[in-house]
């Protein structure tokens, strides 16, 4: 896997939250949002998983049910979605706390309550991890 096939995933799973959004609209739950990106996601053949519990170790202890992510792609990108009002920091940490504690490459956090996804709805993460792939 390269860099460039890692972004060209990422803007699958983008075209599919904002067909899911053109189809439902703002206003509704995550769990909605959820379901019909998954739907959209495993019919372009990824591999998805969703509600993945996150480990945390706290002096050699796990701490069960910690955190738990929206949707792993191909076991390389996390999807954290929102249906919010604004994006905050803090969900931008969240998602960089998910790529660290995975060591996953590259992190997209999708808010379905916005006029368009693409322009407002969406931001894209990456770190270290990403950069030990190769263009």
């Known amino acids: 896997m390269t860099r460039t096939e890692i972004d060209k995933l990422s803007k699958i799973i983008i075209g599919c ?17 959820e379901k019909a990106l998954i739907m959209l996601l495993n019919e ?10 996150v480990p945390i170790i706290f002096r050699d202890i796990e701490i069960d049910n ?21 994006l905050l920091p803090v969900h931008e940490a969240q ?12 992190g997209i956090l999708i808010n379905f309550y916005c006029n368009n996804i693409f322009y407002e709805g969406q931001k894209t993460l990456v770190n270290e991890y990403y950069y030990q792939f190769s263009e």
């Open 44 to 53: 372009k053949g990824l591999s998805v998983k969703n509600q993945v519990c």
């Open 66 to 86: 910690a955190l738990i992510l929206d949707i792993l792609v191909n076991d390389l990108i996390v999807v954290e979605l929102k249906s919010v009002s604004t």
């Open 95 to 106: 998602l960089l706390t998910y790529l660290k504690l995975l060591k996953k490459p590259k």
């Open 17 to 33: 939250a904002i067909e899911v959004h053109k189809e439902l609209g703002t206003g509704l739950l995550e769990k909605t949002y």
